[in-house]
């Protein structure tokens, strides 16, 4: 059973800086390789959003909301999905998780959320103005 633990939120300033990161364990059944996997945030009152992906050959993929902004990439050898977020706004305010797809999965790189089998329990980042 792959589990996936986000670390990194808080709250900051408009314009100030975030760097998450997602620690992937227990996925045995993707050896030797990564789970695909993306960032997706859920803000209160509104549906959950894809923020971005990567492929299995580390092609980023963004929202247009993240595009220009926010960072994603990752570290097999720490197992380990980073989201490294800057200038950051108010709109940004949310829950944001970590989700991985099934292994082998051809879709690496998709926004469709409902793709994802395996998701992390989120980190909280709250931006104020």
């Known amino acids: 059973q792959v589990q996936l633990v986000e670390s990194g939120g808080g709250s900051v300033q408009a314009g100030g800086s975030l760097k998450l990161s997602c620690t992937i364990s227990e996925y045995s059944d993707y050896t030797p390789n990564m789970p695909c996997m993306a960032w997706f945030r859920q803000a209160p009152g509104k549906e959950r959003e894809t923020v971005a992906s990567?492929?299995?050959?580390?092609?980023?993929y963004y929202s247009d909301a993240a595009e220009g902004r926010f960072t994603i990439s990752r570290d097999g050898a720490k197992r380990e999905l980073y989201l490294e977020m800057n200038s950051l706004e108010p709109s940004d305010t949310a829950m944001y998780y970590c989700?991985?797809?099934?292994?082998?999965?051809?879709?690496?790189?998709?926004?469709?959320?409902?793709?994802?089998?395996?998701w992390g329990q989120g980190t909280q980042v709250t931006v104020s103005s």
């Open positions: 989700a991985a797809l099934p292994p082998n999965s051809d879709k690496c790189g998709t926004f469709r959320s409902e793709r994802y089998i395996y």
């Open positions: 990567l492929t299995r050959r580390d092609t980023p």
